[in-house]
């Protein structure tokens, strides 16, 4: 089974800052894709960036970028410039493949907030 | 396109009754999941539907069930409501493919049960 660990609960961060949330994973899947989920708090989920195992290549969308260090087992968020609108929980998750199985597994969540 | 609407947004049952919860997917999205949101466990995958057929489902007591429709529309079902059943239900729809991984969200339903 697939485990997904998010170990810091809250972070802040100044606005116009730099922030970078952890996120460590455990499967024996070579093939799968990670995520990074925002949850504001209108509750409505929104994909904020994805990663494919088998590229090296970090996934980059805007001021949203991730470390993703396969070996380590390991998928951080870097939010560039941080805007007040960046304040909500987010959520690292997992997917075993794409596909046949959509099931996400996620992990606990961090909440940030952007002070001004 | 419109996108995962869920219904009702809110919901507050009494302990024994049972309730259904609505999410229409995205126009095209034939796969339907289901997620519990509950502060002490996170966020738990209950069961995902794909042509009317349960293809997942996550480890969660026989009180929680599903079905999907020929449209795509899917309900859950909980029976026999506990206290530990108030949480947010969310549902998210998907196109289905080998490079389709986006999973699109709904609102959630909110259900308290007292």
């Known amino acids: 089974a697939q485990t997904v660990t998010q170990s810091q609960p809250e972070m802040s961060v100044q606005e116009a800052e730099t922030v970078t949330l952890s996120c460590t994973y455990d499967?024996?899947?070579?093939?799968?894709?990670l995520f990074w989920y925002k949850q504001p708090p209108s509750r409505q989920m929104i994909l904020v960036i994805r990663?494919?195992?088998?590229?090296?290549q970090n996934a980059t969308e805007n001021r949203f970028s991730v470390n993703f260090q396969k070996a380590a087992k390991s998928f951080s968020l870097k939010i560039s410039d941080s805007q007040l609108g960046d304040t909500a929980m987010y959520f690292c998750?997992?997917?075993?493949?794409?596909?046949?199985?959509?099931?996400?597994?996620f992990g606990k969540g961090i909440t940030l907030s952007v002070r001004p | 396109k419109a996108g995962v609407t869920q219904t009702p947004r809110y919901l507050i049952k009494t302990r024994g009754q049972q309730v259904t919860l609505s999410c229409s997917p995205i126009?095209?999205?034939?796969?339907v999941s289901w997620y519990q949101q509950t502060p002490g466990q996170g966020l738990q995958f209950l069961f995902e539907?794909?042509?009317?057929?349960?293809?997942n489902k996550g480890n969660f007591p026989g009180r929680f069930s599903g079905r999907q429709f020929s449209n795509s529309r899917s309900e859950m079902n909980v029976s026999t409501l506990e206290l530990g059943d108030s949480a947010l239900y969310l549902c998210?729809?998907?196109?289905?493919?080998?490079?389709?991984?986006?999973?699109?969200f709904g609102q959630g339903t909110r259900l308290t049960v007292v």
């Open positions: 998210a729809s998907s196109l289905v493919g080998r490079s389709n991984t986006e999973a699109f």
């Open positions: 499967t024996s899947e070579n093939n799968y894709y």
């Open positions: 990663q494919e195992a088998y590229k090296q």
């Open positions: 998750a997992f997917m075993k493949q794409a596909g046949a199985n959509s099931k996400l597994t």
């Open positions: 126009s095209g999205h034939r796969s």
């Open positions: 539907y794909f042509s009317e057929t349960q293809r």
